[in-house]
């Protein structure tokens, strides 16, 4: 509870110099809207539907993307966990792959998809993979060697050993990877919808930005960032620290 209020505290002192810079004409209001005229602006963007319009379109794409980013990401990591030669050799170029941004990838997908919705999920899909692939990858290597050797001592050998033993030691990495998968996949559905042409949280942005509507940009990039933090916060969060503490890595 006091967690709480310190942060609820610390919201209202952001409003507060926010208003105050704009009270104080700082920055001219067409740039840098007062919070109250960016909440109405918000406000009505609700009430119209559009901004509800908008985040039902971007939460297609982000399931769809993230989705098919967590099947390719964790075939991706088991084959580089459990083959050394793909991991000497893949493993690497996978690294410089997810340290690519997200943004870099918009022209590739425009030139193969259009601009259609595919486009934008293809760029979702390489924002989650390879961040997903890494830390499955990561998770498989770091399972106890005890338990290894444990399990083969008592005749479990093959497909059984990696069901049995190395999938159930890899679950509090692999839900980090999930976790990291959710961020990585947010931030490239925001850069592959700013140059889509269709409906989206991105698209809106870019929308209101080229009318020079700025209490709308700066009220859809307050929406993009609180629900990246609620959605951490309230489900990936908690989902990894159940896992950490069932697993006993994690003190209640």
């Known amino acids: 509870m006091k967690l709480a209020i310190k942060r609820i505290l610390f919201l209202v002192v952001v409003i507060g110099i926010w208003q105050a810079i704009y009270l104080l004409n700082i920055f001219p209001a067409v740039v840098l809207p007062g919070p109250f005229i960016v909440f109405q602006s918000l406000y009505s963007g609700f009430l119209d539907g559009s901004l509800l ?25 088991v084959l580089l966990g459990k083959s050394r030669q793909a991991d000497e050799t893949a493993g690497m170029y996978l690294i410089a792959l997810q340290s690519i941004p997200s943004i870099v990838w918009v022209p590739l997908s425009l030139m193969l998809f259009g601009f259609t919705e595919f486009a934008v999920i293809f760029v979702v899909v390489l924002g989650g993979t390879f961040v997903m692939a890494l830390n499955v990858r990561s998770a498989i290597h770091n399972v106890p060697p005890q338990l290894v050797r444990a399990a083969r001592t008592m005749g479990t050998k093959g497909t059984e050993l990696f069901f049995r033993v190395e999938i159930p030691a890899s679950i509090p990495y692999y839900m980090t990877g999930v976790r990291l998968a959710w961020a990585f996949s947010w931030r490239a559905l925001m850069a592959g919808e700013l140059l889509s042409n269709g409906p ?31 959605v951490d916060q309230l489900v990936f969060s908690k989902l990894e620290k159940n896992v950490l503490k069932r697993w006993g890595l994690l003190k209640s």
């Open 53 to 77: 319009v908008a985040l039902g379109a971007s939460f297609k794409h982000l399931l769809i993307g993230m989705s098919l980013a967590l099947i390719i990401g964790t075939i991706l990591g």
């Open 200 to 230: 989206g949280l991105g698209y809106s942005l870019q929308f209101a930005s080229d009318f020079a509507k700025m209490e709308q940009v700066i009220g859809i990039i307050i929406i993009i960032g609180v629900i990246g933090a609620v």
